[in-house]
């Protein structure tokens, strides 16, 4: 028996364009999987409904499969945007040999023993969090949730925590970069300038912090060699 078109298939459709979906999604996705194990359509395209699916449909990505960021992003119309922009050349949107070359240059710094490196770091981060809610007498662990990552990360990269107030909301715009919400364009766009000036400011302010470091290591070995030379000069030319 040959293998079924996709075109041919009896495929359940979710309306993900809908709030209605968006709002209780899981119900969607269970009824979608009822009739048919893995597969479904939307105003998007094909939907992938199993995680076992996805997961041997992403080990053939080299092969033959590929992400779609800029199908999305001329989808959103936004192409030649910041958010656009970004979302074209950030390591998710990257393909074969340059996905390849960016996962072996960031996989050391996501080993277990990386993240064991950092437990007292995430520990110290929790506690503060934690201790910082006690005296709300709630507790609310969506916005709890929501610091810890970034806080740690910050400090990770010498960052002050500080900047977290003006980036949260950003952050949260970004989430919905994937959620083809038209509605959530600009709020995205907005959120992609003021990420780029944060990281560009930090950038500098790191920049800034090594070139002073290694100046004051270059005084201090000027410093070390002047006072050898001085000590190995005759008096009679020092006098």
Same mark, same amino acid.
């Given at each position: 028996?040959?293998?079924?078109?996709?075109?041919?298939?009896?495929?359940?459709?979710?309306?993900?364009?809908?709030?209605?979906?968006?709002?209780?999604?899981?119900?969607?996705?269970?009824?979608?999987?009822?009739?048919? #194990?893995?597969?479904?359509?939307?105003?998007?395209?094909?939907?992938?409904?199993?995680?076992?699916?996805?997961?041997?449909?992403?080990?053939?990505?080299?092969?033959?499969?590929?992400?779609?960021?800029?199908?999305?992003?001329?989808?959103?119309?936004?192409?030649?945007?910041?958010?656009?922009? &970004?979302?074209?050349?950030?390591?998710?949107?990257?393909?074969?040999?340059?996905?390849?070359?960016?996962?072996?240059?960031?996989? #050391?710094?996501?080993?277990?023993?990386?993240?064991?490196?950092?437990? #007292?770091?995430?520990?110290?981060?929790?506690?503060?969090?934690?201790?910082?809610?006690? #005296?709300?007498?709630?507790?609310? &662990?969506?916005?709890?949730?929501?610091?810890?990552?970034?806080?740690?990360?910050?400090?990770?990269?010498?960052?002050?925590?500080?900047?977290?107030?003006?980036?949260?909301?950003?952050?949260?715009?970004?989430?919905?970069?994937?959620?083809?919400?038209?509605?959530?364009?600009?709020?995205?766009?907005?959120?992609?300038?003021?990420?780029?000036?944060?990281?560009?400011?930090?950038?500098?302010?790191r920049d800034a912090?090594?070139?002073?470091?290694?100046?004051?290591?270059?005084?201090?070995?000027?410093?070390?060699?002047?006072?050898?030379?001085?000590?190995?000069?005759?008096?009679?030319?020092?006098?």
């Open positions: 028996m040959s293998m079924a078109e996709i075109a041919e298939l009896d495929l359940p459709h979710l309306a993900m364009e809908q709030d209605w979906f968006a709002a209780d999604p899981a119900p969607q996705f269970a009824a979608a999987r009822a009739r048919h #194990p893995w597969l479904a359509t939307s105003i998007y395209g094909y939907v992938v409904t199993s995680f076992p699916a996805m997961r041997e449909l992403v080990a053939m990505e080299t092969k033959v499969l590929r992400t779609a960021y800029d199908e999305m992003v001329e989808s959103m119309g936004a192409l030649d945007t910041p958010w656009g922009t &970004f979302q074209q050349h950030h390591i998710l949107a990257a393909n074969g040999a340059d996905h390849e070359r960016l996962r072996r240059v960031l996989a #050391p710094a996501f080993t277990p023993r990386q993240a064991n490196r950092h437990r #007292p770091l995430m520990r110290a981060v929790i506690s503060q969090l934690l201790d910082e809610w006690v #005296p709300k007498g709630a507790f609310d &662990f969506e916005e709890f949730a929501s610091w810890f990552p970034i806080t740690v990360m910050c400090r990770m990269i010498g960052a002050s925590p500080e900047i977290i107030p003006s980036m949260r909301s950003s952050l949260e715009a970004l989430g919905l970069s994937v959620s083809m919400d038209m509605r959530a364009l600009a709020a995205m766009q907005d959120a992609t300038v003021l990420m780029e000036d944060v990281c560009t400011k930090l950038v500098a302010e912090r090594m070139i002073e470091a290694d100046n004051a290591k270059r005084r201090a070995t000027c410093a070390v060699r002047a006072h050898d030379t001085r000590d190995r000069v005759p008096v009679s030319i020092l006098s």
